[in-house]
Nanobody, 122 residues
Framework: QVQLVESGGGLVQAGDSLRLSCAAS????????MGWFRQAPGKEREFVAA????????NYADSVKGRFTISRDNAKNTVYLQMNSLKLEDTARYYC???????????????WGQGTQVTVSS
């Protein structure tokens, strides 16, 4: 099994950028498709971005397309989420997760991190 730990969140102003990191322990990281999800108080968990095992394919929610970029470095057992042009509606706790394939469905993910908070002010 793999364990995931997110980092890089914080308090920023609208228009700013943040880079989230997700560090994985274990020897099977490259066997997982990876995704980022977010959840704000009172709302359901929402898909943000996903990346295939080798990093060759990606998928984004319409709300972040063109602003966020997901990437991975399998040699470092790390997946990233670069967030640019942040908006108030991006405020949420962001979670890294692993699945057996590239998928947008939260229920398909079997391993989750503890999350990192992103708060955007204006």
């Amino acid at each position: 099994q793999v364990q995931l730990v997110e980092s890089g969140g914080g308090l920023v102003q609208a228009g700013d950028s943040l880079r989230l990191s997700c560090a994985a322990s274990g020897r099977t990281f490259s066997s997982f498709g990876m995704g980022w999800f977010r959840q704000a108080p009172g709302k359901e968990r929402e898909f943000v971005a996903a990346i295939s095992r080798g990093g060759g394919s990606t998928n984004y929610a319409d709300s972040v397309k063109g602003r966020f970029t997901i990437s991975r470095d399998n040699a470092k057992n790390t997946v990233y989420l670069q967030m640019n042009s942040l908006k108030l509606e991006d405020t949420a706790r962001y979670y890294c997760a692993g699945a057996g394939w590239l998928t947008k469905n939260a229920k398909d993910y079997t391993t989750w991190g503890q999350g990192t908070q992103v708060t955007v002010s204006s």
